[in-house]
């Protein structure tokens, strides 16, 4: 997938464009990347992430498909082949794969939530096969080992909620995490990322690594502006060849016919991998620029208006009393106990626009404050709720 911005230009737009609070209206969203000083494509990208940091899946997938939406095509052979490939248990295979593996890299695609639901699904068999440390892009830093969750200066993408439940499940667990983000860009970014990787290895050497990134930070192979990858360049820093996983390509868009035709032919109901008759691996057409496996996502279903993949891992629905809203609209937030307070990541966050909209967080069990905010962003409420 091509990736039509640099993650630092991104994020200086994001900047310019951002205010203390990241969490925002649908409406205020809408406002923001209406901007007709910026590109469409500009626009796509921070809708997108603006989206995707509010807790709004769906419409995270929508902006980002405003611009790079397309139907694709398949011809009468490669149907045939691809009816033959045998899916695979994504999870298993990659916990099976991870006991003769000394470093992990899987990506994600910036705006979809759904990727780091599903790493944060592989940390415990990951850290029970040898696994010690989570290098991850977005981190500004590592004082969350200390404090043992995200906070809103850990780091920018790491303020969406399924981001912050990634870095609290990994922490809980016992990784230590680490930044490795380099200044630059493309060939000059790649470089930096992957020594900063390799001096950390080379300082921490007791465990194995997982490392956590955005698009084709993860592929092997020969890029056509990069030369090399982070991965490809980490490679040749340590010596090691990386297992490389893609999380991107095959995952669902907003809409079916954007969907690539293998996902419409797999039709799973868990991620999972291709394998063909002789167990050969399928991860992609692409032989120059690749992984080790590509990870074939399934669409989300709604239960309760919300996504089915969030239901992982025995969280629960939680249902907000009506006793307790007020007006409309509001912002419901659920924070580990104490976290608010010190500027940590919501657990969950839904917008009510009406009495009439779905009212179900979910939640691991644990203690929550409930905070509801209005549309001027202003704490109206706040109560405490126990998850059993």
Not at 183 to 198: F, Q, T
Request: with cysteine.
């Amino acid at each position: 997938m091509k990736f039509f911005y640099s993650l630092s230009l991104l994020l200086l737009g994001i900047a310019v464009h951002s205010q203390e609070n990241p969490y925002l209206f649908s409406d205020d969203i809408k406002k923001k990347v209406e901007d007709p000083a910026q590109s469409q494509s500009w626009r796509s990208q921070m809708g997108a992430t603006y989206y995707s940091i509010s807790g709004q899946y769906k419409s995270a997938l929508e902006s980002w498909d405003q611009t790079f939406g397309r139907v694709k095509k398949l011809s009468s052979a490669d149907s045939l082949k691809f009816t033959k490939l045998i899916p695979v248990n994504a999870k298993d295979y990659i916990l099976e794969k991870a006991v003769n593996e000394k470093i992990i890299i899987i990506n994600e695609a910036h705006h979809n939530a759904s990727h780091r639901t599903f790493a944060s699904s592989l940390l415990q068999g990951l850290y029970d096969r040898g696994y010690r440390y989570l290098g991850i892009e977005t981190l500004e830093g590592d004082s969350l080992n200390t404090v043992k969750f995200a906070t809103l200066n850990s780091g920018y993408y790491s303020k969406e909620p399924e981001f912050g439940n990634f870095i609290y499940h990994a922490l809980k667990i016992g990784f230590k995490l680490f930044p490795y983000e380099a200044e630059g860009n493309n060939k000059e970014r790649e470089i930096g990322e992957a020594k900063n990787i390799s001096d950390f290895i080379q300082q921490n050497k007791d465990g194995k690594y997982l490392i956590y990134c955005g698009y084709q930070h993860a592929y092997e192979g020969i890029h056509k502006s990069w030369e090399k990858t982070m991965a490809g360049r980490l490679s040749d820093l340590t010596g090691i060849n990386p297992f490389t996983i893609d999380q991107t390509q095959f995952s669902e868009r907003s809409i079916l016919k954007y969907n690539e035709p293998l996902l419409r032919l797999v039709n799973n109901t868990v991620p999972v991998i291709l394998k063909d008759e002789n167990q050969i691996i399928y991860n992609g057409e692409d032989k120059e620029l690749y992984t080790d496996i590509k990870i074939i996502h399934p669409v989300t279903k709604y239960i309760k208006g919300r996504p089915d993949w969030m239901l992982k891992e025995n969280r629960m629905f939680y249902k907000i009393p009506a006793a307790q809203l007020s007006t409309y609209p509001v912002m419901v937030f659920a924070y580990r106990k104490g976290e608010f307070e010190q500027e940590g990541i919501p657990a969950d966050i839904i917008e009510l626009n009406t009495s009439k909209d779905s009212r179900f967080l979910i939640l691991d069990k644990g203690n929550y404050d409930i905070v509801i905010k209005d549309k001027e962003y202003k704490v109206i409420h706040k109560f405490e709720k126990r998850i059993k």
